[in-house]
């Protein structure tokens, strides 16, 4: 996914070379579109030695397993995105958030760039009650964990490596 227009004048974007990147330029007033990747917040729970997937509900890859989470609003920080995420798609509350790192991926097979910001979750006591973008929640042993059924790239080897303790 790309611009075809500018977003300051409604020109036509031309596609050009610059510094090492291929950008979109508009010809008439000069504005670029970089295709910046979107930021997003997901969380690695683990309870009693198993993990939280949850099952998308919508495109990309709906009936897939992903980590839990979502897209930052405008203004907010990660973590609090993280936590309306978690509370809005499956009724849980975060005990504590531990940032792990960041991880990249596009959404969808030809969708557009996404950054996101990967947390180890501690969460409140309580049942899931998936809501929103998510079909189903379920708790996975260590061992049994759908790898090749998760949704993105990046969130598969990010999972393998932080459960094989690497």
Request: proline content about 8%; charged content about 25%; overall charge positive.
């Amino acid at each position: 996914m790309t611009a075809r227009c500018c977003l300051a004048c409604g020109g036509r974007l031309t596609v050009v070379r610059e510094d090492g990147h291929t950008r979109r330029r508009c010809r008439r007033c000069g504005w670029i579109f970089y295709g910046n990747p979107v930021p997003a917040a997901v969380g690695v729970i683990l309870r009693r030695g198993r993990v939280l997937l949850t099952r998308r509900a919508r495109p990309p890859y709906a009936g897939t397993w992903d980590l839990p989470g979502g897209f930052l609003e405008a203004g907010e920080l990660p973590e609090a995105c993280l936590v309306r995420e978690l509370r809005e798609e499956l009724g849980l509350r975060v005990r504590r958030a531990r940032l792990l790192g960041f991880a990249t991926d596009r959404y969808g097979p030809r969708g557009f760039a996404v950054l996101t910001t990967v947390y180890r979750v501690e969460p409140h006591p309580g049942p899931l009650r998936p809501a929103d973008d998510v079909s189903e929640a379920r708790w996975f042993p260590r061992r049994g964990v759908p790898f090749g059924a998760i949704a993105f790239p990046s969130m598969r080897t990010l999972l393998r490596r932080y459960l094989s303790g690497r």
